[in-house]
């Protein structure tokens, strides 16, 4: 019996969940090929236990396919409409949305502002590619 030959099209829309599909299509892909897990707030989505453990495809990624609190998040709408990749590219930065964030006392937040100075120094791209060797 010959094996049946299957094209990348019906194993991504027939074998695949949504977040897998959207990393095998491309999804949210940056300039060099890779996909931007580069969060609004300054995370790195690569990072979530939520990203890795495919409940969610970061906050670049369609609402539908995020987690919940992705899709409730008040920054992601913002730094869409403005048009950039992160917060710290925004000539409003620190914004009193950002600021609540980083300043929660939460780790999450921490990590975020810490990241968000990185942006500013280095430059977003610079900081992503770093992001994904570590």
Known sequence: ??????NR???????????CA??????????????DLG????LYCGTCRMYTGG????????VETMAAHCQKC????CAEERGVKSCAECEEFPCEKIK????SGKPMGEKAAANCKAIQSKG??????????N
Not at 1 to 6: G, L, N, Q, Y
Request: glycine share 14%; charged share 20%; net charge positive.
């Open 9 to 19: 099209r019906t194993f991504v829309n027939t074998t695949l969940c949504a977040g």
């Open 74 to 77: 008040k920054i992601r709408p």
């Open 39 to 42: 969060a609004f707030c300054g």
């Open 124 to 133: 977003y791209e610079k900081w992503l590619h770093q992001q994904g060797k």
């Open 100 to 103: 609540a964030f980083h300043n």
């Open 55 to 62: 409940k969610c495809t970061g906050c670049k990624g369609p």
């Open 22 to 35: 959207f990393a095998l299509t491309g999804y949210g892909a940056t300039d060099k090929g890779q996909k």
């Open 1 to 6: 019996m010959k094996p049946k030959i299957m």
